[in-house]
């Protein structure tokens, strides 16, 4: 790869650790709220999990930049200004019950396993090499969040109620992760798997599925919350949140 | 300053494996670093000892516990030029963890993962034993537990919950 090639990745690559780090945020926000204890324990762990990946793909950009890797996650994470974040809106929405918060997890995580595949077939060895790893991980999220998905769609009126109201409110944001990462468009073929090539699979995929577990899927009308330039109401929010202990003492030793 | 030993003065490589075999892994003390298949390599970079070790799960907060310990480790042998090297490729699996490290798994109460050759989601179906009693009546509670690598169940026999290490 060309310099400009490897910087796009390096967008590219950005991008993806932003939606896993953010993910990662909102899920650790159920810590000592989950409905049950169990699912207090399942949540902190998609965090960790989450946000682990994220560190992988910044060490991964940092590679690729001449960065320092053991020092570029946490000025991207802890340093940088909401509106440099390139997640999609879907991951920053805030929480809202359990049933919303479980349901965007199984979309994600969804979106994320045909991601990881073709991820896993780069010619870019070291992306490769890591996505081959994180896919394994993550089928222990998807078998959590489809065994869920199922149990609360067809669970009591109020539980179906919530998970419909969940798909509705989430819908037009999960059909962004279909649009191209930034950078996807400056990189030659083989480096990575075309997001919107993606995207049939994944919808047939889910769309089955919430039909079994007793879902409509919203009419698709609704405008596609897609663009990663734009940060959603709540992102400035977070960021100050998550950013406010390290930018206290920037130089702290932990 | 850092004065480097004689290269004649360097321990043997069972020596190192050896020494290795006594760091604990950090969150499970029972078992140790080598045979849970952490630690991968060793070679030579001059006078530097190189320790190329993977992490079970990606997210595994005690990773960098596991790197400082075995450079402790490794001090305590007389080597003081070492560094640990980080490798993802190719991915930590649970097939790495030696028949001896299973049984103190399951010693510990922890049942070992079972053996799955690369087809995870089947062997999840599998009964999983329950490490106290031996009986195969157990229901999965979590797919999560207090660790990344382990699951939560209950015995249905002798009603225990008990973890088990996820197959990966």
């Given at each position: 790869m060309n310099a400009k090639q490897k910087a796009a990745l390096a967008e590219y690559l950005i991008a993806l650790a932003d939606d896993e780090l953010i993910l990662g945020h909102r899920n650790s926000e159920w810590t000592g709220h989950a409905?049950?204890?169990?699912?207090?324990?399942?949540?902190?762990?998609?965090?960790?999990?989450?946000?682990?990946?994220?560190?992988?793909?910044?060490?991964?950009?940092?590679?690729?930049?001449?960065?320092?890797?053991?020092?570029?996650?946490?000025?991207?994470?802890?340093?940088?200004?909401?509106?440099?974040?390139?997640?999609?809106?879907?991951?920053?929405?805030?929480?809202g019950d359990w049933a919303?918060?479980?349901?965007?997890?199984?979309?994600?995580?969804?979106?994320?396993?045909?991601?990881?595949?073709?991820?896993?077939?780069s010619s870019h060895m070291p992306l490769a090499e890591i996505a081959v790893r994180v896919r394994n991980e993550e089928l222990y999220h998807?078998?959590?969040?489809?065994?869920?998905?199922?149990?609360?769609?067809?669970?009591?009126?109020?539980?179906?109620?919530?998970?419909?109201?969940?798909?509705?409110?989430?819908?037009?944001?999960?059909?962004?992760?279909g649009a191209a990462l930034p950078g996807e468009a400056d990189l030659p073929l083989g480096i990575v798997p075309a997001s919107a090539a993606l995207y049939p699979a994944w919808a047939a995929e889910v769309g089955a599925f919430l039909a079994e577990a007793g879902l409509r899927l919203p009419s698709e009308t609704a405008a596609v919350q897609a663009d990663r330039a734009v940060r959603s109401e709540y992102m400035q929010a977070l960021v100050t949140e998550m950013q406010e202990v390290a930018r206290l003492d920037p130089e702290a030793e932990w | 300053?850092?004065?480097?030993?004689?290269?004649?003065?360097?321990?043997?490589?069972?020596?190192?494996?050896?020494?290795?075999?006594?760091?604990?892994?950090?969150?499970?003390?029972?078992?140790?670093?080598?045979?849970?298949?952490?630690?991968?390599?060793?070679?030579?970079?001059?006078?530097?000892?190189?320790?190329?070790?993977?992490?079970?799960?990606?997210?595994?907060?005690?990773?960098?516990?596991?790197?400082?310990?075995?450079l402790a480790g490794l001090q305590a042998l007389g080597l003081e030029d070492a560094e640990v090297l980080v490798r993802h490729n190719p991915p930590w699996t649970s097939e790495w963890i030696s028949a001896e490290a299973r049984r103190k798994l399951q010693t510990a109460g922890l049942a070992p993962p079972p053996r799955h050759q690369g087809d995870l989601l089947t062997v999840l179906m599998d009964p999983v034993a329950c490490p106290r009693c031996g009986s195969e009546q157990t229901s999965l509670r979590n797919s999560f537990g207090t660790t990344p690598c382990r699951m939560i169940y209950t015995c249905n026999d002798c009603r225990e919950p008990f973890e088990m290490f996820k197959p990966l």
């Open positions: 409905p049950i204890l169990e699912e207090d324990i399942a949540f902190a762990n998609l965090a960790l999990d989450e946000i682990g990946h994220a560190r992988l793909w910044y060490e991964l950009a940092a590679d690729l930049l001449g960065a320092d890797r053991t020092r570029f996650p946490d000025q991207q994470v802890f340093f940088r200004p909401a509106a440099d974040f390139r997640s999609l809106q879907l991951v920053e929405l805030p929480k919303f918060s479980m349901l965007r997890q199984y979309l994600f995580d969804a979106f994320e396993q045909h991601r990881l595949v073709g991820l896993s077939e998807l078998r959590h969040t489809r065994a869920w998905v199922t149990r609360l769609g067809l669970g009591t009126e109020e539980s179906q109620a919530r998970m419909q109201a969940a798909l509705d409110a989430l819908w037009p944001y999960a059909r962004g992760l | 300053m850092v004065i480097s030993r004689p290269a004649a003065a360097r321990p043997s490589e069972a020596q190192i494996w050896e020494a290795l075999a006594q760091v604990p892994d950090p969150e499970m003390p029972f078992v140790n670093l080598v045979e849970m298949g952490i630690v991968r390599q060793l070679g030579w970079q001059g006078a530097r000892l190189q320790v190329t070790i993977t992490p079970t799960f990606a997210a595994c907060p005690a990773y960098e516990v596991m790197q400082s310990d075995i």
